[in-house]
């Protein structure tokens, strides 16, 4: 059986999203009882973001690159972060590992493709909504992405940072988050949403909306899970 190492703690609430969809995703498949082999690195969220906040990708991807050696060395096979913003230095992140890394931004992708989807709308905290890590991948399937404006990406932060990391999921925020999705869905003809941050789907998986959302967590986890089974 190959062996899953994850590096989560990014934040914690999406890390135990991960670990349980995993394993039900796992059950579903497999129907025999036994269970997947993961091993979980969980670090420092607010070391990670203080990096990115700084613009130090060369002192982030030396954190990020260690954290996962520590799982190759624990006897990972294959391995993911989970969670959208370290894919900013993904490229360097594989290019380092000793072991195989699932891109979340790939995985999402493909999905948009099997739903035909080719203009969508992208959530997830300021490193991603204003990088262009998502948008030089959906290029190349051409896809196009639309972020939400500057003031709605600043409150999109701030929840995401001040409420969804730490486990805080509030009424209000969904309505305000579907108001943001339905101007995105009118004003700029968006056909989905990537929910581009793995707290996102916490709030936001159950809530209805006139267009579909991309689970990036869902998402990552069935690539997971389909290299696990290969």
Same mark, same amino acid.
Not at 113 to 127: A, D, H, I, P
Not at 146 to 158: G, T
């Given at each position: 059986m190959k062996t899953l190492g994850i590096v989560g703690g990014i934040g914690p609430e999406s890390t135990v999203d991960y670990y349980r969809s995993l394993v039900q995703m796992w059950r579903e498949q497999t129907k025999d009882g036994s269970a997947p082999s993961i091993l979980l690195n969980s670090i420092d969220l607010k070391k990670m973001l203080d990096l990115f906040a700084a613009k130090a990708l060369a002192e982030v991807t030396v954190y990020l690159s260690g954290a996962m050696e520590r799982l190759a060395r624990a006897g990972a096979d294959v391995g993911l972060f989970a969670a959208n913003t370290p894919h900013i230095v993904f490229g360097e992140l594989q290019r380092r590992s000793s072991i195989p890394l699932i891109s979340i931004v790939e995985a999402t992708r493909e999905a948009a493709e099997e739903l035909g989807l080719r203009r969508l709308g992208l959530f997830g905290t300021r490193f991603t909504m204003q990088g262009h890590f998502y948008a030089d991948v959906f290029?190349?399937?051409?896809?196009?992405?639309?972020?939400? /404006?500057? @003031? /709605?990406? *600043?409150?999109?932060?701030?929840?995401?940072? @001040?409420?969804?990391?730490?486990?805080?999921?509030? %009424? /209000? =925020?969904? &309505? *305000?988050?579907?108001?943001?999705?339905?101007?995105?869905?009118? &004003?700029?003809?968006?056909?989905?949403?990537?929910?581009?941050?793995? /707290?996102? %789907?916490?709030?936001?998986?159950?809530?209805?909306?006139?267009?579909?959302?991309?689970? =990036? =967590?869902?998402?990552?986890?069935?690539?997971?899970?389909? *290299?696990?089974?290969?």
């Amino acid at each position: 059986m190959k062996t899953l190492g994850i590096v989560g703690g990014i934040g914690p609430e999406s890390t135990v999203d991960y670990y349980r969809s995993l394993v039900q995703m796992w059950r579903e498949q497999t129907k025999d009882g036994s269970a997947p082999s993961i091993l979980l690195n969980s670090i420092d969220l607010k070391k990670m973001l203080d990096l990115f906040a700084a613009k130090a990708l060369a002192e982030v991807t030396v954190y990020l690159s260690g954290a996962m050696e520590r799982l190759a060395r624990a006897g990972a096979d294959v391995g993911l972060f989970a969670a959208n913003t370290p894919h900013i230095v993904f490229g360097e992140l594989q290019r380092r590992s000793s072991i195989p890394l699932i891109s979340i931004v790939e995985a999402t992708r493909e999905a948009a493709e099997e739903l035909g989807l080719r203009r969508l709308g992208l959530f997830g905290t300021r490193f991603t909504m204003q990088g262009h890590f998502y948008a030089d991948v959906f290029s190349k399937a051409g896809i196009a992405l639309v972020v939400p /404006e500057e @003031n /709605e990406q *600043r409150y999109i932060h701030d929840i995401y940072m @001040n409420e969804l990391v730490k486990g805080v999921f509030l %009424p /209000e =925020t969904r &309505q *305000r988050l579907l108001a943001i999705v339905d101007r995105l869905a009118k &004003q700029e003809h968006a056909q989905g949403l990537i929910l581009a941050g793995t /707290e996102l %789907p916490l709030i936001l998986r159950e809530a209805a909306c006139a267009i579909p959302f991309l689970d =990036t =967590t869902q998402i990552h986890a069935k690539a997971a899970l389909r *290299r696990l089974l290969s």
